[in-house]
């Protein structure tokens, strides 16, 4: 259908003007799609639910990815070879030095377990309670980044270092007994063992830590959260569980968190007010 016309005194034809409804149509597809970019109050209900039920979904599609061990076990060894052809191949050498102290090995184990959970799920509580205008912004980081960590998962099957064949890594968790890893020991049937690239043990930990280092006030929090990132580097090599290769695969995932957040509310989570204006509530 043509656009509708009027004839002009003249005999010319001319479009007829907007009308009001045409007008207003524009105008409440703006301010509609600027409500949903605008941070609203979080609802603690609506947050345990999405965080309970993305972490079950991540987990399942984590898991369900065919383990393909050949595969994984090849690329393994070309990231080994090529690491050792740049001369940065440091994972084995700090495995062993940081396995001959025991405390130390059984400590990290413990910190590889846990800390990536209850860390991050800190600092989303933290986030919830004192800087809620800034959750939404800095929650949709951590569920992009490891949204498009799957496709990692499922496009580059990696097998950890301690898996190797002939690689000489020293998986930790089993010489020392400690239960450190859902893919070591007792627990390694219920976790997809070949799912390294990218760390989300990284991917999270620094998630966590530049959060903490922008928003904190007490300067000395601010530095113990960007070290808890670089602690976590040094944790997953010792261990074995990732090449450091795997640490940049999660810094990537990452950046392309904090990309989609400041495309879709156009401003970075700490650039964003710290609490919710009263009429973006309503």
């Known amino acids: 259908m043509g656009e509708a016309t009027v004839r002009t005194a003249e005999g010319r034809t001319a479009p007829l003007p907007p009308t009001e409804e045409s007008v207003e149509r524009p105008s409440r597809d703006r301010r509609v799609l600027a409500g949903l ?22 987990s399942l599609v984590r898991n369900a990815v065919p383990e393909q061990r050949a595969a994984a076990l090849r690329n393994a060894d070309w990231i080994w070879q090529a690491e050792r052809s740049l001369h940065i191949a440091v994972e084995q050498t700090v ?95 219920m976790s997809n063992q070949y799912a390294a690239m990218p760390s989300m ?40 569980n990732h090449f450091w290769l795997d640490a940049v695969g999660g810094l990537l995932c990452l950046a392309f968190g904090f990309g989609l957040s400041y495309a879709w509310y156009r401003a970075f989570p700490h650039r964003l007010a710290r609490h919710v204006a009263a009429s973006t509530r309503r």
């Not at 970019?37 to 991540?58: D, G, M, N």
């Open 201 to 240: 043990h990284i991917g999270w930990s620094t998630w966590c830590g530049i959060t903490i280092a922008l928003l904190a006030r007490v300067v000395w929090v601010r530095v113990l959260g960007l070290l808890y990132p670089v602690a976590t580097l040094v944790v997953i090599v010792a261990t074995a």
């Open 95 to 189: 495995n062993h030095a940081v396995n001959s102290v025991t405390w130390l090995i059984v400590g990290m184990n413990y910190y590889y377990a846990t800390l990536h959970f209850v860390l991050t799920i800190g600092v989303l509580v933290w986030l919830y309670r004192w800087h809620p205008g800034r959750y939404a912004a800095a929650r949709l980081i951590l569920f992009a980044t490891t949204g498009v960590a799957l496709l990692g998962y499922y496009l580059y099957p990696l097998a950890p270092p301690r898996l190797m064949s002939g690689g000489d890594f020293i998986d930790t968790v089993v010489v020392h007994h400690t239960w450190g890893s859902m893919a070591s020991g007792n627990l390694a049937d």
């Open 37 to 58: 970019r605008s941070p609203r109050r979080p609802r603690l209900w609506f947050e345990v639910l999405l965080i309970a039920v993305s972490y079950w979904t991540y």
